[in-house]
């Protein structure tokens, strides 16, 4: 029931852009993504719902395939802020108040 | 503008001996509480979930416990510690919304600034 995310890990250089997956094998009700930076606590991103909804936030922007039980995260023009593991968190109809976390991508941008 | 609060920052204590760690919330009423824990360079696991006072879900078989005394407070307690248990703990609220009501539906979780346990 775990979400799996991938890659595990992924280095970039500033400007660059990178894509986050999680997959789901049992039907998402949303996906939550956070962002959690070296000994703090993780931090709201977004939230998508199914239906296939696309939502952004400055750079960062993610989409639901509700057909594949995916969600993406897309990170374009990276910035050094970026750095930090990304996870996301799943919840199911049923549910939603409780979500199941994918293991993270941590994500490193080098200058 | 809601806050939570979690005590204390940091945590050495040796096996055997109990822990008592809190969580407040400010600036919402009767929100969904969570207790995670995250073992270094893992994921976060989901240990405690609580709906409203006195109601609290278990989700992993261990020696802590959780006890929801007020409705914006949370503690997770154990009676004795285990090397295993250290880690760093995380309290999270979410909006205790209703079906079709923006908190209902999305359930986003706010996080408080953790406590870092170190069991010698």
């Known amino acids: 029931q775990q979400p799996v995310q991938s890659p595990q890990a992924v280095i970039l250089r500033e400007g660059e852009d990178a894509v986050i997956n999680c997959s789901s094998s049992k039907a998402l009700y949303s996906v939550h993504w956070y962002r959690q930076k070296h000994g703090e606590a993780p931090v709201f991103l977004m939230i998508?719902?199914?239906g296939g909804e696309q939502k952004g936030h400055d750079k960062i922007s993610a989409s639901f395939n509700e057909k594949k039980q995916q969600s993406s995260l897309y990170l374009t023009a990276s910035q050094l802020s970026y750095s930090g593991t990304y996870f996301c968190g799943t919840a199911y109809a049923g549910n939603n108040r409780k979500l199941i976390w994918g293991l993270g991508t941590s994500l490193a941008v080098n200058p | 503008s809601q806050t939570i609060h979690q005590w204390p920052a940091t945590l050495v204590q040796p096996v055997g001996s109990p822990l008592s760690l809190e969580c407040t919330v400010e600036?919402?009423?009767?929100?969904?509480l969570y207790w995670y824990r995250q073992a270094a360079g893992r994921g976060l696991q989901l240990l405690f979930y609580?709906?409203?006072?006195?109601?609290i879900s278990s989700e992993v078989p261990q020696n802590l416990s959780a006890s929801r005394p007020q409705d914006r407070q949370f503690i997770l307690s154990s009676k004795k510690l285990l090397l295993s248990d250290s880690g760093f703990y995380l309290c999270?609220?979410?909006?205790?919304?209703?079906?079709?009501?923006?908190?209902?539906?999305?359930?986003?979780?706010?996080f408080g600034p953790g406590t870092r346990l170190t069991v010698l």
């Open positions: 998508l719902l199914k």
């Open positions: 600036g919402t009423s009767n929100p969904n």
């Open positions: 999270a609220w979410s909006v205790q919304g209703l079906a079709g009501g923006p908190g209902g539906l999305k359930n986003e979780q706010f």
């Open positions: 609580s709906v409203g006072i006195g109601q």
